[in-house]
């Protein structure tokens, strides 16, 4: 199962089984990883994540973030970093 998700999210992924006889130790530790990401759904949804307070850090348009900091959307506090 972990196999046809990682296919699905990263199509390239598949590479690291064939040709890494270990590649199951890159799975493993990808899995891991992920129990602590969350996947956005887009840019306005990052945004609407973080004024939330759902997430704490995100990938978002530099222009995006300034025009809902400037309409009230985001908090005064919220910074790019």
């Not at 699905?8 to 598949?14: E, G, I, L, R």
């Not at 899995?31 to 997430?55: C, H, Q, S, Y």
């Not at 900091?69 to 005064?76: E, F, I, N, S, V």
């Amino acid at each position: 199962m972990l196999t046809a998700l990682m296919q699905s999210v990263c199509p390239a992924c598949h590479m690291i089984r064939v040709l890494n006889p270990d590649g199951r130790r890159a799975y493993a530790k990808l899995k891991a990883f992920n129990e602590n990401v969350t996947f956005t759904p887009g840019n306005a949804g990052t945004l609407d994540m973080l004024n939330r307070g759902e997430i704490f850090m995100g990938p978002v348009w530099v222009d995006m973030f300034y025009s809902w900091k400037a309409d009230g959307k985001l908090p005064p506090s919220m910074k790019l970093a």
